[in-house]
């Protein structure tokens, strides 16, 4: 059975966004060892899953790094492995979507990610949709949990954990120290 596994990168002090709903870019230690680390993580999975607003900021930045003479080789390499892996996007407001390899899901979500589940392949991963995992969590869905913590203090923003309304255990199944000061965490759920 497929894995849905969520990646994040989160703060010391617990946040996915910061105070104005920034993503991670600006504070997270991002170097080559996390490059690689990122890169290893993909590598297991042949989907990735998205809520509506992760997708749209996706679709805008990736679809245009190949055209793009300052991205590094990283960012071609991951637009590249991006633009051929599917990609499912969970929202009821889009109407549809235009990337390569995209399907739109606008109902029925607990059913479907049991579906995908089922399916062969490798392993689905929410790459950022912080606010769709957070839904996600409720139902316990999320198989495994791999959360880079970088040794940054935000204050506030968006918590990685919100809203669980039942206890999940977790078990540390992987950790790794970077020389930036991240760690590199890998949960599984205790079913």
Known sequence: MRKLVLFLHVSLDGFVEGPNGEMDIGWVSYDADLEKHAKEILSTADTVIWG??????????????????????????????????????????LEKVEWNNSRLVKEDVEEEIKNLKQQPGKDMVILGSPRF???????????EYKITVSPVLIGNGLPLFQGLKEKINLKLIENKTFDSGAIGLVYQTVK
């Open 52 to 93: 509506r607003g992760t997708y749209q900021m996706m679709h805008s930045y990736w679809t245009s790094v190949p055209s793009n003479p300052s991205a590094s080789q990283h960012e071609r390499n991951h637009a590249e492995w991006i633009e051929k892996t599917a990609k499912i996007v969970f929202s009821t407001t």
């Open 133 to 143: 995992a957070h839904y996600l969590m409720q139902f316990d869905l999320i198989d």
